[in-house]
């Protein structure tokens, strides 16, 4: 079955310092890859995606490339900010009928600090 | 454009009561999803709409947790009863494509 697994948080950076967080996926066929962000207290919101191999979803700074080859998506930031303090889920979508069916990994929670 | 909104937002009870979770999806969004999120996971599927018909449920513990969506809009999500091990946070999510749009979801603490 599908499977997507994220490093481990919590990841402590401090503003303005490069940011990558990794994940890699399993599955069958050619499932399209998301990052989702959720701050506290609020839903899970869609942060970036991809559909197929190598390309880059972007979106407020962050991106992250679809490698086949790798079977990765890794997040990445050049110049994080406290206010980008947050839990990080990759996912990917299989999909079944005409709707997608979304896996997501565990989690990454992002502490960016002064 | 209204997102998806749940209530309640926060709910306590105690062992073996019943609880009720309302969702209203995106408007247009054919397709609503029912997560379990426990605390330091991922989001787990529980139940798939097309419409008013759940066309995947396989994980939705039958034996204590029951949804609707009658009229293929809105959806209530139902656990009787309820199990301390039931403390979560439940979310709900629409989709008229690819992309799913996630409501606020609702804190479960059952004591």
């Known amino acids: 079955g599908n499977s997507v697994t994220q490093m481990e948080g919590p990841v402590t950076l401090s503003e303005e310092a490069f940011l990558t967080i990794n994940c890699t996926y399993t599955a069958t066929g050619y499932p399209s890859l998301f990052w989702y962000v959720q701050y506290p207290g609020e839903g899970l919101q869609l942060l970036l995606k991809?559909?197929?191999?190598?390309d880059k979803g972007s979106n407020k700074g962050f991106e992250a490339t679809y490698r086949k080859e790798t079977t990765s998506f890794h997040l990445e930031k050049g110049s994080v900010q406290v206010s980008d303090s947050a839990v990080y889920f990759c996912a990917l979508s299989g999909y079944t009928g005409t709707a997608s069916k979304l896996t997501f990994g565990t989690g990454t929670r992002l502490q960016v600090t002064l | 454009e209204a997102g998806v909104v749940q209530s309640p937002r926060y709910k306590i009870i105690e062992k073996k009561q019943p609880v009720a979770f309302w969702c209203n999806p995106i408007?247009?969004?054919?397709?609503l999803y029912w997560y379990l999120q426990n605390l330091g996971q991922g989001p787990e599927l529980l139940i798939r709409y097309e419409n008013e018909e759940a066309v995947d449920d396989s994980q939705l513990p039958k034996d204590r947790f029951s949804a609707e969506r009658l009229k293929g809009v809105d959806s209530t999500l139902k656990i009787q009863p309820a199990e301390l091990g039931d403390s979560a946070v439940y979310l709900c999510a629409s989709s008229g494509g690819d992309e799913q749009y996630f409501g606020p979801g609702t804190r479960l603490t059952v004591t």
């Open positions: 408007s247009g969004h054919n397709t």
């Open positions: 991809a559909t197929k191999a190598d």
